[in-house]
Nanobody, 117 residues
Framework: QVQLVESGGGLVQAGGSLRLSCAAS????????MGWSRQAPGKERKFVAS????????WYADSVKGRFTISRDNAKNTVYLQMNSLKPDDTAVYYC??????????WGQGTQVTVSS
């Protein structure tokens, strides 16, 4: 079992930056692929970034490529999402997730990111 707790959300002006953090419990954090997804009001939840267990492989949705960076510190059981050049369209609840045996099995409670124009 893994418990995930996100932090770092908030209100920022367009063009600004935020860094989200996701702290994980459990001794097997380093074995999981981790991801960040987001859900805007009235829209489905979509993944925006993921990172392999060792950090050597990352993936980004086209909508955030070049602006967001995912990273992880396995010693601290934490995954990060650095978000730069934020746009109003990035406004959403951001969720951290861990993939176990091929499924996104564990989710955090989410953190709100609001980008004002």
């Amino acid at each position: 079992q893994v418990q995930l707790v996100e932090s770092g959300g908030g209100l920022v002006q367009a063009g600004g930056s935020l860094r989200l953090s996701c702290a994980a419990s459990g001794r097997t954090f380093s074995s999981y692929t981790m991801g960040w997804s987001r859900q805007a009001p009235g829209k489905e939840r979509k993944f925006v970034a993921s990172i392999s267990w060792g950090g050597g492989s990352t993936w980004y949705a086209d909508s955030v490529k070049g602006r967001f960076t995912i990273s992880r510190d396995n010693a601290k059981n934490t995954v990060y999402l650095q978000m730069n050049s934020l746009k109003p369209d990035d406004t959403a609840v951001y969720y951290c997730a861990a993939r176990d045996t091929g499924a996104w099995a564990y989710w955090g409670q989410g953190t709100q990111v609001t980008v004002s124009s």
